[in-house]
């Protein structure tokens, strides 16, 4: 069974920073091109980045590059997002999904408040 799992949400004041994880597991991690994706309250589904099976090549949305990184450890089968100089915008749900096998995590709340 494909399952992911995200953790390390929460809530940060503006400019602050937070650090997701999602557990990969049932599929063989380092196969596969590995997404986050987000959806803010009452918005739709939005695509933050992706990162390829090596971790050497990654792509951001354009309002979240230079704030955000993304990473993997293919050892651990964990993917991360790195996330600083937060603002109220970024508040959403955000998700690791793996379109290759059309499965997503759960979600990991992040709410950006003063």
């Known amino acids: 069974e494909v399952q992911l799992v995200e953790s390390g949400g929460g809530l940060v004041q503006p400019g602050g920073s937070l650090r997701l994880s999602c557990v990969a597991s049932g599929f063989t991690f380092d196969d596969f091109v590995m997404s986050w994706v987000r959806q803010a309250p009452g918005k739709g589904l939005e695509w933050v980045s992706n990162?390829?099976?090596?971790?050497?090549?990654?792509y951001y949305a354009e309002s979240m590059e230079r704030r955000f990184t993304i990473s993997r450890d293919n050892a651990k089968n964990t993917l991360y997002l790195q996330m600083n100089n937060l603002k109220p915008d970024d508040t959403a749900v955000y998700y690791c999904a793996t379109f290759g096998i059309g499965s997503w995590g759960q979600g990991t709340q992040v709410t950006v408040s003063s």
């Open positions: 990162i390829d099976w090596s971790g050497e090549n990654t």
